[in-house]
């Protein structure tokens, strides 16, 4: 049976995705028409499944060992971001079209789901 706090989460994270699906498409409807990229809605599924998993793992961890959560905790966010990094910069040498909208919509993709996942950590890590 699956853990309610990622059961939560998981609802969060498509929630949110949800969201910036909607809001991606009015600003790439009405403000940057020439500026969609097909890529947009592979990164945001692509970005959610990576923090779906490594928040679930971080979830277990703290729940087990808090010791060891909070040595392994810095390290997952790291290897994350090398992940997120990789993506990009492969993107980037591949597609140099909006390279800016890229970008932008990387780091909005990571700022929303990264402040989401501290939020919910910190929440969990409290109780404990």
Known sequence: MMNPEIKKFIFKIVFAAFLMTVLGFFVFIFL??????????WMLLFFSVVVIITHS????LA??????????????????????????????????????????SLVFIYSVFTVMEITDISRIVRKK
């Open 32 to 41: 940057l028409p020439d500026g969609y990229l097909p890529i947009l809605p």
């Open 57 to 60: 793992y971080q979830l277990r």
């Open 63 to 104: 729940q087990k060992n808090m010791g060891r959560f909070t040595r392994s905790s810095m390290v997952i966010s790291m290897l994350r971001l090398m992940v997120y990094s990789f993506f990009a910069l492969i993107y980037i040498a591949s597609n140099q079209e909006n390279v800016a909208v890229f970008v932008v």
